[in-house]
């Protein structure tokens, strides 16, 4: 069974502080993809990552994709109250299923 | 609006009651997903379809559980004699094939449905 972990669960910070959150899983995936989701709304898609090691950044946001391909991370600098939300992580399983993790709730305080 | 749409918003229904929940996906997307998100959870698939073909429907819980998208559009999932564990948000997502195979969705904001 293939599944996505994410770490941590949950995420209470102040505004202007760093933070990394992971994604982790012993299968290979072919891509890799980050969704943010707030209260009472649906994923919005933020980035995809294909390449082993591929580094991609959306402003304050940077995404790592692991070199095996079983891994990720998201990493916040400089964290403010609009960037509250579940991060979900999601991998296709090579048919037309896709997986996602439980997600890191991530509370950011003004 | 360009994106996708779900309804109703909220549904409340009485163990036993049969519910049916839309979903109108973004005009031209071939790919359609359904998903289970349980509070506090991330979404768990329950079936996909291309057009109008359902290709995988391995993650629906029970036969309780049906789906369906005749004309490749509009998409209707349905739950028969509702218990409380099916208590949930509905998530619908679509995808269009270019971005498809990089497993890229757009979803609409859900259904709640409260089994009481």
């Known amino acids: 069974t293939q599944l996505l972990e994410q770490s941590p669960q949950f995420l209470s910070i102040q505004e202007g502080e760093n933070l990394t959150v992971y994604c982790n899983s012993s299968s290979v995936f072919s891509s890799l993809q980050w969704y943010r989701q707030e209260p009472g709304e649906g994923p919005v898609l933020l980035v995809t990552v294909v390449t082993g090691g591929e580094v991609k950044k959306l402003k304050r946001l940077t995404f790592q994709f692991g070199d095996a391909r079983k891994d990720s991370s998201l990493h916040i600098t400089a964290a403010q109250p609009g960037d509250t939300g579940l991060y979900l992580c999601a991998a296709g399983t090579g048919g037309f299923k896709t997986i996602f993790g439980a997600g890191t709730r991530l509370f950011v305080k003004a | 609006g360009a994106g996708v749409s779900q309804s109703p918003r909220y549904k409340v229904a009485k163990r036993g009651q049969d519910v049916a929940l839309r979903c109108d996906p973004i005009s031209g997307h071939v790919s359609l997903f359904w998903y289970q998100q349980a509070l506090g959870q991330g979404p768990e698939f329950l079936t996909y379809f291309q057009n109008e073909a359902q290709l995988d429907k391995s993650g629906l819980p029970s036969d309780r559980f049906f789906a369906e998208r005749p004309e490749g559009s509009v998409s209707t999932l349905k739950i028969q004699r509702t218990q409380q564990e099916d208590s949930a948000v509905y998530l619908c997502?679509?995808?269009?094939?270019?971005?498809?195979?990089?497993?890229?969705?757009?979803f609409g904001p859900g259904t709640r449905l409260t089994v009481l």
């Open positions: 997502a679509s995808s269009s094939p270019g971005i498809g195979s990089y497993n890229e969705q757009f």
